[in-house]
């Protein structure tokens, strides 16, 4: 499975657009890249998933170069709700396979 | 979107007993379901993928003794953790993808579990 760094923790304001940006270096041909938002005491929620280039769609924007070694979820006008860690996973197993988390990044929205 | 529910959402329990948590797919029907355990400011573990029919498969590190899976039906898998220790409390997570093509997982709300 191939490996994922993120930013452990990121601050932005209300209104702001916020770009978290995860690499994943060793990606192989069949993965596809996925984020989860996860509150507090609750299972993670899906947000958004993409093979490459750009994914939209009505809570956020998956940017993917050519390379695909990196990716970058994009949260226009973000929002105290907002808070929460976000989790970019890569994996090509489909829905029979288990996902791997890495830590994260804990993303805290200010007034 | 698809729903997966858990129960219970929290339950406290004694040294040595024996704890039953529930997962349930309520708007589809799931022949893989997973496990994950979730420690204070830590991310999800994989423990365990729970396939309808047959045996669960544990990750590395994972107690089967421990952590006994049945997913007797398309639509409910249990995690019963056995002889449960203090160092067993932890926030339990189940998923289950709702298209096993596809590669979006649905998560339960968790269940927390504490180990007086």
């Known amino acids: 499975l191939a490996k994922t760094t993120q930013p452990i923790s990121m601050d932005s304001y209300e209104g702001q657009e916020v770009n978290i940006t995860c690499s994943h270096n060793n990606i192989a041909t069949n993965d596809y890249i996925t984020w989860y938002q996860q509150f507090p005491s609750q299972g993670p929620r899906f947000i958004i998933q993409g093979y490459k280039t750009k994914v939209t769609n009505e809570v956020a924007s998956l940017f993917i170069p050519a390379d695909r070694k990196s990716s970058t979820l994009s949260l226009p006008r973000v929002s105290l709700s907002d808070t929460a860690v976000y989790y970019c996973?890569?994996?090509?197993?489909?829905?029979?396979?288990?996902?791997?988390f890495g830590k994260g990044t804990h993303l805290i929205i200010q007034p | 979107g698809a729903v997966v529910s858990q129960h219970p959402s929290w339950v406290i329990c004694k040294s040595g007993t024996s704890v039953k948590i529930e997962c349930r797919s309520l708007?589809?029907?799931?022949?893989?379901m997973f496990w994950y355990r979730q420690f204070p400011k830590q991310s999800l573990m994989l423990m365990a993928t729970?396939?309808?029919?047959?045996?669960?498969?544990?990750e590395q590190g994972v107690e089967k003794d421990k952590f006994l899976i049945n997913h007797a039906s398309l639509t409910l898998s249990t995690l019963t953790v056995t002889s449960a220790h203090p160092e067993d409390s932890s926030f339990y997570i189940c998923?289950?993808?709702?298209?096993?093509?596809?590669?979006?997982?649905?998560f339960g709300p968790g269940t927390r579990l504490t180990v007086t």
């Open positions: 729970s396939n309808e029919g047959s045996k669960a498969t544990y």
């Open positions: 998923s289950a993808p709702r298209d096993p093509a596809g590669y979006e997982q649905y």
């Open positions: 708007d589809f029907q799931a022949t893989t």
């Open positions: 996973l890569v994996a090509a197993g489909g829905g029979a396979d288990g996902l791997t």
